[in-house]
């Protein structure tokens, strides 16, 4: 089904499906079966996108508007690029999920070791070892965006930034 409508200020206001006029009412107006009436009222057909779930990018977001156009009006997907600093601020995020996702079970496993006292020498640097690759990794696959100064990480514990 195509939809009618007018672009105002950059909103679509739709055709009304029923239409109140002085003589009375128009039934079906904003019916694709009323299309010829609807364009000579100035009303005209609306494309919009099949699916917004495409438009999605880590360094930057995607807002959603209408051009109209001769014969129609098309919606639109406007790609606005995060500053560095936004990007950095949502980079700096991803790698503290990472960090609390990817720790969880190390850290659990010492706790539990510990708590039982099984933990030894041992365990101590696999588990440095473990610790100090995954942030590498982490590190390596969320490199921030460059900058005059790099961020930095407030935290109670080490800084993994």
Known sequence: MTNYAKLVNGRLEYAPVNLETETGVIFNYGLEVNAHQL???????VEL???????????????????EQA????????????????????????RNQAYRNNTDELTLR??????????????????KAAMV?????????NPYAETAE?????SSGASHN
């Open 133 to 141: 690759k995954m942030s590498a990794d982490i590190d390596a696959g």
């Open 110 to 127: 010492k706790l539990r070791k510990q708590a039982i006292g099984t933990w030894t020498e041992a365990d101590e640097e696999e588990y």
């Open 49 to 67: 996108l099949a699916d917004k779930t495409i438009y999605v990018d880590c360094e930057g977001e995607y807002t959603f508007s209408f051009e």
């Open 39 to 45: 364009l000579a009222d100035g009303y005209k057909p």
């Open 71 to 94: 014969d129609k009006i098309v919606e639109v997907a406007n790609y606005e690029p995060y500053s560095s600093d936004e990007l950095n601020e949502k980079i700096r995020e991803r």
């Open 150 to 154: 790099q961020p930095v990480a407030v």
